[in-house]
Structures are given as structure tokens and as C-alpha cells.
């Protein structure tokens, strides 16, 4: 992991929220995206060395990441549940609705 992939990966995230609508579950700062972001970043970092934090579930792989000693406990804790949160209002929207919606609606 160098720090010219961390740039990447940052100028990446600012393309998303630059173009992400402001109710957006997905894209807007804090959203899905980020919690994703950072899981999948230090699964990157740290996957070499401890290949058990590669896993594909983000719930799966926080668990990895905080038994591996990558990722505290507390922020783990706060990533998970923002990220439950998240996961459930956009699959409540979706039933509400009958339709993939990423956004809140007014």
C-alpha cells in the first residue's frame, strides 16, 4: 500500500460525493460507500500478510479486520453500525417502494 494508492483511492471518493445527490444513502459523506471505502482499503493494506481479512461480506470483514488488530474496536463498532443502519433504511426504501432507491426521499 503506498501513498500514491491512497491518493487514488481518495481522488475516487471525491469524484463520488462531488456527484452524489445530498440525500444519498450510497455516495454522501458517511454513506455506504465510505464504510465499503475503508473496509476494502485496509483489506489492501493488510491482505497479504493476514489473508483471513480478505473476505467478500463487509460485516464478515469488519470482524476480520478487528480481530487482526487493524481496526480498533470502537471504530469498528461505530462502522458496523452505521453501515447495519444504512443497509437497512436502503433495503426498507426498496420494499417501501418496490423499486432500488439510494436516496431519501423528501
Same mark, same amino acid.
Given at each position: 500500500? /503506498? @501513498?500514491?494508492?491512497?491518493?487514488? *483511492?481518495?481522488?475516487?471518493? =471525491?469524484? !463520488?460525493?462531488?456527484?452524489?445527490?445530498?440525500?444519498? +444513502?450510497?455516495?454522501?459523506?458517511?454513506?455506504?460507500?465510505?464504510?465499503?471505502?475503508?473496509?476494502?482499503?485496509?483489506?489492501?493494506?493488510?491482505? /497479504? @500478510?493476514?489473508?483471513?481479512?480478505? *473476505?467478500?461480506?463487509?460485516? =464478515?470483514? !469488519?470482524?476480520?479486520?478487528?480481530?487482526?488488530?487493524? +481496526?480498533?474496536?470502537?471504530?469498528?463498532?461505530?462502522?458496523?453500525?452505521?453501515?447495519?443502519?444504512?443497509?437497512?433504511?436502503?433495503?426498507?426504501?426498496?420494499?417501501?417502494?418496490?423499486?432500488?432507491?439510494?436516496?431519501?426521499?423528501?
Amino acid at each position: 500500500w /503506498s @501513498a500514491a494508492c491512497g491518493a487514488e *483511492v481518495r481522488a475516487m471518493r =471525491d469524484r !463520488l460525493v462531488k456527484d452524489a445527490p445530498p440525500r444519498s +444513502l450510497k455516495r454522501a459523506p458517511g454513506g455506504i460507500v465510505d464504510a465499503e471505502f475503508l473496509i476494502q482499503k485496509l483489506q489492501l493494506q493488510h491482505g /497479504s @500478510a493476514e489473508p483471513a481479512v480478505v *473476505v467478500p461480506n463487509a460485516w =464478515d470483514a !469488519l470482524d476480520a479486520l478487528e480481530a487482526a488488530g487493524f +481496526l480498533p474496536a470502537a471504530e469498528a463498532a461505530a462502522v458496523r453500525a452505521g453501515y447495519t443502519f444504512l443497509r437497512s433504511a436502503e433495503a426498507r426504501l426498496r420494499f417501501g417502494t418496490d423499486r432500488p432507491l439510494t436516496e431519501l426521499p423528501e
